[in-house]
């Protein structure tokens, strides 16, 4: 007897696309059969010829509770996350007030979000300077790793690391068979906007600057040891000097975002400060290379990079502007949009969007549906428009940059361990288990 059995002629497996049903016992995947086979169940879901995908695992989310629960909260964070077919996230340990750089800032971080979370929720630590002696007893409390900006982060309580603190992080990390993870942009080649327009503050933030911070990580990771994952990779000039550290066995991964596969600089509005971040959002031709670079596996995964503030930030213009994108809910349609044109296949944005993540991130039991595995599903129609409406969306402020477009796919259900995501909130902290 199962608690739930989902039958799809278009499972997405890690092997691909297959008929089968999907068999569900106390919130796990039981097994797989086939796609007509009769089993006793309290609940028997068939999609037909609709996708079954595993659900999303983003790893970048920036939900800035306690301390700027106006920008973002949990409450609102998960609903958009399982709206967009994310079951589980990441919580990045700033924007929030006190960052997560003590253990005593994870218990507050821990008490703001505690009853509110849709999904499950999983943690990072921050490295900032003058918290070495706090890694340890953050790791052995259960975060997945730890953050660092090699540049300004935008917040005062947030200091970047320089050259010689980041290498001692990574000692330190790596004694402990830890993970950083870097916002890699060289502060040396970065300016202040010479104006108010996108093109200004496009160049203030050049390709250089990344492939310059990454460079440097891989040296700190090969005189280390230390297990390094780069950030928001917006730029193709870091593909090179990634798959070469690859080649020699560094231990590095990397991810890229919606926004840099999906958007480019031609294409932003005069004075649209919703597609500001930072990195920035480069051009036509960069993009295609980044979609190679994912293609060939030198970079991993696929993450939103959520980092939403109020409406009264993104402005006046793009020098002043608070720079980040808010994509949670969009993330799975805005890529696969952009994929299918391409000729990629849902199995292709499942492995990046969820394989990957749970991997890089170390979260057992998430990321592919298959036995044993938490059974977060999501039903899935490719080939449904979605127009994006950035007032109908679950995040707390009203801001996008896919506001008006017409995306591809769409969320029908999700189902996170089993049940569908539709009501009160029941996702569950995921700390310390691998």
Known sequence: MFDLVVRSRRVVTSEGERPAAVAVREGR??????????????????????????????????VNEPGRAHWEGFASATRAAAAGGVTTIV??????????????????????????????????????????????????RGVRGFKCFLSPSGVEEFPPLGPDEARRAMAEIAGFGGLLVVHAEDPAL?????????????????????????????????????RVHVLHVSSAACLEPLESARARGVPVTAETCPHYLTLAAEQVPEGDTSFKCCPPIRDEAN???????????????????????????KVPDFAAAWGGVASLQVGLPAVWTEASRRGYGLADVTRWMSTQP???????????????????????????????DARALHHRNPVTPYHGRTLRGAVLTTWLRGRPVDGEPYGTFLLGEK
Do not use: Q
């Not at 996108?198 to 700190?220: D, H």
């Not at 979609?291 to 990079?305: E, I, N, T, Y």
């Open 287 to 313: 993009r295609d290379r980044l979609w190679d670079g994912l293609a060939r596996g030198v970079l991993d995964c696929v993450v939103s990079d959520h980092s939403p503030s109020t409406a009264d930030l």
């Open 190 to 226: 970065l300016a202040v906007p010479a104006g108010p327009s996108y093109r200004e503050f496009l160049e203030s933030r050049p390709g250089a600057a990344e492939r310059s911070a990454v460079e440097l990580v891989i040296r700190l990771a090969e005189e280390t040891g230390a």
């Open 358 to 388: 749970a991997a890089i991130a170390e979260i057992s039991r998430k990321g592919a549906i298959k036995p044993g595995n938490d059974a977060d599903l999501v039903a899935f129609d490719p080939d449904a428009a979605n127009p994006v």
């Open 29 to 62: 995947i039981a097994a797989l059969y086939a796609y007509e086979a009769p089993l006793e169940t309290a609940e028997d879901v068939d999609l037909r010829g609709l996708p079954l995908l595993p659900g999303l695992v983003d790893t970048h989310v920036h």
């Open 91 to 140: 919580d990045m340990p700033l924007n929030s007030v006190p960052p997560t750089v003590t253990p005593d800032a994870l218990d507050a971080k821990l008490r703001a979000a505690e009853g509110r979370c849709h999904v499950d929720t999983a943690f990072w630590g921050g490295a900032v300077p003058g918290n070495l002696e706090h890694l340890r007893p953050l790791h052995e």
